[in-house]
Nanobody, 121 residues
């Protein structure tokens, strides 16, 4: 499966962005999909995920602000990010696994190219 992430940009603190991860080349509706982010000088960290049945997980720092959803008809997973903070600034990546969710980057073989999110204070 090939993944393409989009939707990043520059936004002021308190603003919103909606990231999209579009897939092609596989039975995407069966895949577990996760969002990771990587800030300069930091390791790539798990942010949120959604499994094939729509079950979601988010890290504590984004709970209540970020929502992950999927549109299987369009082979797309979205990350709605509200109340953005400067510490959310990072390159955001989507990743997919045909079996189950993982919270470490090494769990995933399929990655999108990343989309930059910059939140100004």
């Amino acid at each position: 499966v090939q993944l393409q992430a989009s939707g990043g940009g520059l936004v002021q603190a308190g603003g919103s962005l909606r990231l999209s991860c579009a897939a092609s080349g596989g039975a995407f509706s069966n895949y577990a999909v996760a969002w990771f982010r990587q800030a300069p000088g930091k390791e790539r960290e798990f942010v949120a995920s959604i499994n094939w049945s729509g079950g979601t997980i988010e890290i504590e720092s984004v709970k209540g602000r970020f929502t992950v959803s999927r549109d299987n008809a369009r082979n797309t997973v979205h990350l709605q990010m509200n109340s953005l903070k400067p510490e959310d600034t990072a390159v955001y990546y989507c990743a997919a696994d045909p079996v189950r969710i993982g919270v470490t980057p090494r769990h995933y073989d399929y990655w999108g190219q990343g989309t930059q999110v910059t939140v100004s204070s």
